[in-house]
């Protein structure tokens, strides 16, 4: 069964920064990729960040790109989200996704953690 639980989500001021976990099990990591999504209040859930745990290489959202950084720590089975210069646009509940590598679209996902930025 898979388990995504997210963490490290609160409040900070615009400029400031947060570091978001993602501890994940009942996942063979080698065949799936992993990534961040966030829904703002009356938005749609949007794209941030993903992973491949294999190799490792990501993509982001042009919003967040230079701001964001994602990485994942395989000992620890975890995923994370590094959030620098954070603006009140990046207020969000955010959302730990995975899915195998052979399938289009996200299909395991976090409860989700909140993240408010005020300016």
């Known amino acids: 069964q898979v388990q995504l639980v997210e963490s490290g989500g609160g409040l900070v001021q615009a400029g400031g920064s947060l570091r978001l976990s993602c501890a994940a099990s009942?996942?063979?990591?080698?065949?799936?990729?992993m990534g961040w999504f966030r829904q703002a209040p009356g938005k749609e859930r949007e794209f941030v960040a993903r992973?491949?745990?294999?190799?490792?290489?990501?993509y982001y959202a042009d919003s967040v790109k230079g701001r964001f950084t994602i990485s994942r720590d395989s000992a620890k089975n975890t995923l994370y989200l590094q959030m620098n210069n954070l603006k009140p646009e990046d207020t969000a509940v955010y959302y730990c996704?995975?899915?195998?590598?052979?399938?289009?679209?996200?299909?395991?996902w976090g409860q989700g953690t909140q993240v408010t930025v005020s300016s």
């Open positions: 996704a995975a899915k195998r590598i052979s399938d289009y679209e996200f299909n395991y």
């Open positions: 009942g996942l063979t990591f080698s065949s799936y990729a």
């Open positions: 992973i491949t745990w294999a190799a490792g290489s990501t």
